[in-house]
């Protein structure tokens, strides 16, 4: 691959980092998993001036729930490390569900979920999953910490809200109210392919009432999509197969699809109907076993 | 004692490939490995818009950027008449754009520099004034009356329709369908797909102005060709001229055209009096070189009430892009198109083929085939399986009913070709056999009470494979032959060259195991060299399954010279006559005394040591040989399939292949090549092609657009054999390297096609994405053409 010229820095604390990245004005261009920047670089839609590495800045790597049920990914957190993580598949089910999912299994090895949130890829799966847990985004700048919550953290198709100084630090799920249920699916041609539509579902049960929910919708609009309506429609009631056939309904008004080579508009819009029932009544029929 | 041929690793010896030890260990040397002192690199710009005017070309900050050797432009190339080369299909093809540039990832201008990074930062630097013309994208724009003209370089073209073709019976076959029970009708498209090998395409070329000698590493799957058209069109001397093809990775027929790159370099290497280097990046690749397919049919069967077809009708429109490039050798304009039907026994049948210019990339190659025999199969078998039901006959029966029969051999083919061998009902059979046919088609029933949609396809073909026979088939005048070169050394050890070129089909564990068979001197013992014209025999290289059939053919012949000079020395060493001695392998012995022998090794030391009077020394030679026929190995394919109505994403349950590709050298490497081309097929069916959008923007110019199968999505495959040999083949074999790919295609559609029955859809063009199966299940209508695309999208 042959990019165009830039500077390589690769600090060794948070503070040099945000050092380089004020010196680089707008010109310099953080370096996570590489795994969307490097092809980026390589296609040269890409041409920062400065590549600020921060695969040495210690201590970002972790992956962890505090006492109150809280989930911390670190910005040097792997695809690979989620996907293999029992403290994940036990306890949160969205992103357990969509880990396997993401990319193939070459780039999970690299690619972070911080990154992959930064990024702001319409067809990304993890900015999906932080807005239907309601998740928030740790950004650390000159001026200190600040925390943004995930539904306005991406501002549209490869936008976010950090400011070029700002370096996210970690990804924060707050604990559910009650039990946290989920699924992710996802049609896509092949093994690594960008979704052709996805759904991410989370669901908070306590006993059988929805305490909480989220939709958010992949590859079926200009920006990963926040299904509100159709989640709204949960809350306060059990799961049944009216209230999930009314929440399908509106998670397929929500999409955005344009037709193109993975599929027709009204193909799209008919997958996330599809998929979203098809999570939800999962959720019901585990429950109704558990009761 | 004779020897044990599998410990040799002779024939039917399940050798592992001896090339992998280096590929395995990362010891592989591909072009993009060849570094030479004082070596440039080229890059090379290419057109953003599918069809514009050039108004003008501004090098001037191309050639501002420190490091740059040479700019070079059409109007470089024109004042050495090198703007425009011939192509293999007799037309003309623009090397660098000077009028118009004619489709999206045309080659306008190339620099040449110190490093890659500067050449690209320079090509970036290239200002082009394009005037948009109106793109054409598919045939039926490219008829349409008022059509923009593509090709207004040439004369006598008054519009965009490159040939009418015609072969077969007319009036025979309208007699055909006057007589029938049924006329079956289909149209369908195959779309346009890409070879797309791992490796892209690349060449070093290096002009030594001391000696005149130009020698060039490229990636080419047929060197000689290759010497022959630079020595053509370059006006250099031949033998001043060397092209090697050191390893390759993959070619699947890509590999097989002049590329205008290569072209450049050359040139290139002559002006800057330096090695030049050009590796074509993989976009390149995907959006310029040779593609497979972009064919239309529109089919008619006439039948009988019980099956048997009286008579076929095709017409095909194809789609061939800028330039009529399309590498293939024979005289037929559309290839081996009307190959079809060679399995069936079918009285009388007609052609028709249009072809038409688009403002696509040219050089529709035979993507792992005979020249267009995949387009001819595929429509075969989807005509055959549409017209079962229309009758509500069953899937194995239909083809069963026209099979030509195992005692009808040699049988002339309803376009004239002469097969000569083969058992296709027990091939058949024994595939449904291994797939319970029986018992699915009631699990199928079974299931569809549950709203669940299983389906079973069935794809029965035989292809015509190793051109050719020199009669018939020609690059540029130049025959259809292969010759291979054994020279065996005193110890008994001994190198084999060939003029065909592996690209990961093992030719150098094969060619070494047929040695071993004629020779009896142990496959690890032989060394296989080729790909370098100066030392490699003359051959036409390597592709449409023809290396086994003719070349492997030289390998066996020449060791059977080799063989005949041996026992001649044997019986001099045995001091008997020759008549009196016999042959097993690797051992000649006296007839009446069997224990008094010497072995093919001792044979080869006395050639150096110990001939008898009057002989030249030494044991090696050389055979050219020319097939007398085209092989034909035959392959029954079946898979089943389940489809999620609610989705439209089908999955495959099992894939049962069964092939009949005559005598098997290695089985192992014969099992790779059907589950490679396996994997393509399925690929072609369920998720590949390259679409454009209304601009004539390339919709798969990467591999995120254009999938290839990975591991984790191709399905298993159960393979069977069953062995006819080739009669007039040396070891009785007939190919392999592409029977999968050819007729794997319509056993996957024809299993959803079977799933989809009860809809009364009859047809959904490849590749069979989700939505569009989706899109047949609840429209109750055939889906065709490209998939759609958004223009904004792109
Ligand atoms: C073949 C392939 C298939 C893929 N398929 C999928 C898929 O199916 N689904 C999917 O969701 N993704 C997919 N991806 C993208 C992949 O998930 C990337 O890893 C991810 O999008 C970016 O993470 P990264 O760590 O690699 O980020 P990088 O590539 O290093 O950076 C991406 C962007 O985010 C910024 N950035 C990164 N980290 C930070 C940070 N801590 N703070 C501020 N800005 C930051 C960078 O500056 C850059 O602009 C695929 C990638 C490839 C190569």
Known sequence: ?291 | MAIDEVKIGGMGARQKRVEDNRFIRGKGNYVDDIVLPGMLHMEILRSPLAHARIRSIDVSKAWDIPGVRLVLTGETLAARNLAWMPTLSYDTQAVLATDKVRFQGQEVAAVVADDPYIAKDAVEAIIVDYEPLPAIVNPDQAMAPDAPLIRDDKANQPDNKIFDWEVGDREGTDRAFTEADHVSTIEMHYPRSHPSPIEACGSVADFDRSTGKLTVYMTSQAPHIIRAAVAMVAELPEHQIRIISPDIGGGFGNKVPVYPGYVISILASILAERPVKWIEDKTGNLISTGFGRDVYLKGELALRKDGRILGVRMHTTSDHGAFFSDAQPSKFKIGLMHSAFACYDIPSAHLTATGVYTNKAPGGVAYRCSFRVTEAMFFQERMVHAAADELGLDQAEIRRVNFVRDDDFPHRTPFGFLTDSGQYTKCLDLGLAAIDYEGFRREQAAAREQGRLLGIGISTMTEPLGAGNSREYDILGIKMFDAAELRVHMTGRAILRTGAKTQGQGHETTWAQIVAHELGIPADDVVVEEGDTDTAPFGMGTYASRSTPVAGAAVSMVARKIRAKARKIAAHLLEVSEEDIEWELGRFYVRSAPDRGVTIQECAMAAYSNVPDGMEPGLENHAYYDPPNLTWPFAAYIVTVEVDPDTGVWDVLRVVAVDDCGVRINPMIVEGQIMGGLTEAYAMANMQFITFDADGNCVGSNYMDYLLPTAWETPGFELHEVVTPCPHHPIGAKGVGECATVGGPAAFVNAVMDALKDTGVRNIDMPLLPDRVHQALTTGQDVSGAPPVDPEAS
């Open chain 1, 1 to 291: 691959m042959y990019p165009p010229r830039f500077r390589y820095e690769a600090p060794r604390s948070l503070r040099e980092a945000i050092t380089l990245l004020q010196e680089g004005g707008g010109e310099a261009k953080i370096l996570a998993g590489g795994q969307s920047l490097i092809p980026m670089l390589k296609l040269r839609f890409a041409s920062p001036g400065m590549l600020v590495d921060i695969n040495n800045l210690p201590g970002l790597d972790h992956l962890t729930r505090d006492g109150d049920g809280t989930i911390r990914i670190g910005a040097l957190c792997r695809h690979e490390h989620i996907e293999r993580s029992e403290l994940i598949t036990e306890h949160q089910p969205t992103i357990a569900a969509a880990a396997p999912l993401v990319a193939d299994p070459i780039v999970r090895t690299r690619g972070t979920f911080v990154g992959s949130v930064c990024h702001a890829d319409p067809q990304g799966d993890w900015a999906a999953c932080m807005i239907a847990l309601d998740g928030a985004i740790v950004a650390e700048g000159p001026g200190g910490r600040r925390s943004i919550a995930a539904r306005d953290f991406v501002t549209g198709p490869f936008q976010n809200v950090l400011a070029s100084d700002e370096i996210a630090v970690e990804a924060v799920i707050p604990p559910p109210q009650g039990e946290a249920r989920g699924g992710y699916l996802k049609l896509e041609r092949r093994i690594g392919d960008f979704a052709t539509a996805a759904v991410a579902v989370a669901v908070d049960l306590r006993g059988d009432q929805v305490t909480r929910a989220g939709i958010a919708l992949v590859g079926v609009g200009g920006t990963t999509i926040d299904a509100r309506d159709a989640a709204d429609a949960l809350v306060g009631s059990p799961l049944s197969s009216d209230a999930i056939e009314r929440a399908a309904e509106l998670a397929a008004e929500a999409a955005q699809p344009r037709s193109d080579h993975r599929g027709s508009a009204s193909y799209k819009r008919h997958i996330v109907r599809t998929f979203t029932s098809r999570i939800l009544t999962q959720i019901d029929r585990s429950t109704q076993k558990a009761a």
